[in-house]
């Protein structure tokens, strides 16, 4: 056996995964739930019968729960580290629906019966199919399911996540290779959905396989909230799937210092220790991680764990969202904030996608006028965008 291997087998076997598991069991009758991260996957709490056995759900939730028209999921991982007693808790609030998601705005509507959040190539004048998202510069953003651990209750593309369980179909994926191998500027393919990291081994394996083979893409990323939602998933064979098809970047979603645990830390670990190299993204969010210490400390802890902060995300405009958006004045001040106190080795990318599929990085410079409502935003191409502002 090689010193690799025995050092992987060493890591494996100090798991705080494995001890959180094997201590749990022993307390939990309902041992196959906790373990096994596809019975979390497909055994999520979805009523407020079930929930009210975790945690005191204030009446704020109750409310949010029952007249969300969004679908709500909560995996038991993420129960375990959300403070029972307190819906200040800074997961419990991305996770649990509150009246706030009743409210929808204006701004929230893009046109008559479609809200800016269903992703769909033909909203976008692309085409094959419902797989392509976006095709932006030199990348391709795919859609592989509309699945995911957990339903965030600030997703951009909560119109299409949890609804009817879809995974991209070889015939969609066909349709998408000819794409990629026909548009000979794309060099970065996104993965995307849903959180591409709930699908089988075989099954990112054959998507990453054909992938590999196109002789114009140069990067893979995968975006995902698993090794932060559902950490159990990020198993040595994943590992194994991923790393045979370098440079596969793993972009994964962390909004919060308190997500990244011991056995998120454990999970991100792992995928180092299989060469796999970790950015992260973080979307900004009104009172969760809308506070200079609060990023601060999130950035640090992200480069402790070896996770490059790449972007900071101004949530997007979409129904039932508001109570999470913060200004982007106010995110601008942020980032001066953190220039001011911390390396900018930590400081991530200010995004925003525009309503248009493009991505402005947010400067000073970037900003052409600001009114009471919205903010006009120039992009590389010096084409203006309005991002209405969320009072
Ligand atoms: S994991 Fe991503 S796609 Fe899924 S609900 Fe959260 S933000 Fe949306």
């Not at 373990?35 to 009446?59: M, P």
Request: aromatic share 8%; glycine share 4%.
């Amino acid at each position: 056996m090689s010193s690799k291997s025995t050092e992987t087998e060493d890591f494996i076997k100090a798991s705080p995964l494995r001890s959180a598991q094997e201590t749990h069991t022993k307390e939990n009758t309902n041992q196959k739930i906790y373990t096994d991260w596809y019975s979390q996957l497909r055994h999520k709490i979805t009523t407020i019968q079930k929930l009210s056995k975790f945690i005191n759900l204030s009446t704020e939730e109750q409310r949010g729960i029952i007249h969300s028209k969004f679908p709500f999921a909560v995996n038991t991982y993420l129960l375990e580290h959300m403070d029972v007693n307190s819906e200040h808790c800074p997961i419990r609030k991305q996770f649990i629906p509150t009246i706030g998601e009743i409210k929808k705005l204006p701004e929230e509507l893009l046109e008559e019966g479609r809200t800016c959040d269903v992703p769909s190539s033909t909203s976008y004048g692309l085409k094959p199919g419902r797989s392509i998202l976006r095709h932006y510069l030199d990348t391709v953003i795919i859609l592989v399911t509309n699945n995911c651990a957990s339903y965030c209750r600030y997703c951009a593309v909560r119109n299409f996540v949890g609804q009817h369980e879809w995974n991209i179909t070889h015939g969609e994926f066909g349709l998408v290779l000819k794409y990629l191998k026909e548009h000979n500027e794309v060099r970065q393919v996104v993965l995307s959905g849903g959180d591409p990291l709930v699908l089988s081994d075989e099954k990112l394996e054959f998507l990453l396989s054909h992938i590999n083979k196109i002789k114009n893409i140069d990067l893979v990323r995968i975006e995902t909230r698993i090794p932060v939602i559902l950490p159990q998933r990020i198993t040595p064979k994943l590992c194994e799937v991923l790393s045979k098809y370098q440079p596969v970047f793993i972009d994964v979603t962390i909004n919060h210092t308190k997500e990244m645990t011991q056995a998120a830390t454990y999970a991100c670990n792992l995928l180092l220790s299989y060469g796999i190299p970790l950015v992260s993204t973080t979307i900004l969010l009104k009172n969760i991680n809308d506070k200079v210490q609060i990023l601060a400390d999130l950035l640090y802890s992200l480069v402790k764990s070896r996770i490059k902060p790449y972007r900071l995300i101004q949530p997007e405009i979409v129904e039932g969202t508001s109570h999470f958006r913060p200004t982007i004045v106010s995110g601008l001040r942020l980032i001066r904030q953190l220039r001011s106190c911390i390396t900018s080795f930590a400081i991530p990318e200010y995004i925003v996608n525009t309503r248009e599929g493009t991505e402005i990085i947010v400067a000073p410079e970037s900003v052409v006028s600001r009114t009471k409502n919205s903010v006009m935003l120039k992009d590389i191409f010096g084409h203006v965008h309005i991002y209405p502002e969320t009072k």
